[in-house]
């Protein structure tokens, strides 16, 4: 009797053992599943939460309430300082009018040209505005604003010049350009003797004390010497049709961004305001 009690003791044991160990088993795997559900529920829902929170770049600009602005700070009159010290020039103040008009402030960070674009590329700011030539091998890695100003290669001469007209005419002819400039290539190409000279201004020296016949130079430059010395006895004879176009530069994945800047590019157009500064600078409109 004492045997059959503690066998069937036994056997009930088992049974509830085997039981609470199944019970265990299956509620163990219910809840790895519902963790493992969870989890991926949660996942995607913080997922599902980064991708719609995550800011665009305008919106970040926006909720910061300033869009940084690369530029050199060197290069008159599009970035340079006046003789305060005070930070102007025709990029500048257009770049001031297109934070206006999305609503923030323009903050300049002053990089050298030759490292603007690591600059851009290591996103120290959003944007530059410093006469970036837009170019198809720039194009393949950054993105543009629509141009906002023109130049064009011109054949500058002495208002008393009565040999060169046009650019063949340079031929035989001393002509001061820069050696690293692809103004030079247009002198060469067309028979000058080139007299190496240090920049814009070297050359404007050489002509006036007739060292040189002419050079070929930036349209833009010309203007800008004419607006601050309007007496000083040079013209310009000839220009070539072809336009350099410059534009703002972004980096790419940026589209609100650029549409944004090109539709407070478009307002700063229509409303007269880019035509004050470019006449501020140039005396003339130099969009086109």
């Excluded at 203007?223 to 309007?230: A, I, R």
């Amino acid at each position: 009797m004492k045997k059959l009690s503690l066998t069937v003791l036994t056997l009930v044991l088992t049974v509830l053992l085997a039981a609470a160990c199944g019970g265990g088993t299956n509620n163990g795997s219910g809840n790895t599943a519902n963790d493992s559900a969870g989890k991926g529920n949660a996942g995607a829902g913080a997922q599902t939460e980064t991708a719609s929170g995550e800011k665009n770049l305008l919106e970040t600009i926006k909720a910061n309430g300033k869009i940084r602005i690369g530029t050199e700070g060197t290069y008159a009159p599009f970035t340079f300082h006046d003789k305060d010290g005070k930070l102007t020039g025709f990029d500048v103040e257009l770049a001031q009018e297109v934070a206006k008009r999305l609503g923030v402030e323009a903050e300049f960070i002053e990089t050298p040209w030759d490292g603007i674009f690591a600059g851009l590329d290591a996103k120290r700011f959003d944007t530059v505005f410093n006469q970036v030539t837009i170019r198809e091998d720039r194009k393949e890695k950054y993105d543009f604003s629509d141009a906002y100003i023109v130049s064009r290669a011109a054949l500058i001469v002495r208002e008393d010049n009565n040999d060169i007209a046009k650019f063949a005419d340079l031929n035989g002819k001393k002509a001061g350009q820069s050696l690293t400039s692809n103004l030079t290539d247009i002198a060469r190409e067309n028979g000058a003797e080139i007299v190496g000279t240090e920049g814009f201004n070297q050359a404007i020296d050489l002509l006036l004390s007739k060292r040189i016949d002419a050079t070929v130079n930036d349209g833009l430059s010309f203007l800008d010497l004419k607006n601050q010395k309007p007496d000083v006895p040079l013209k310009v004879v000839d220009e070539l049709p072809e336009a350099a176009e410059s534009a703002a530069l972004f980096n790419k994945g940026n589209d609100e961004l650029v549409a944004a800047v090109n539709e407070a590019l478009a307002a700063i157009k229509e409303d007269g305001t880019y035509l004050e500064i470019s006449n501020k600078y140039f005396g003339a409109d130099v969009s086109k």
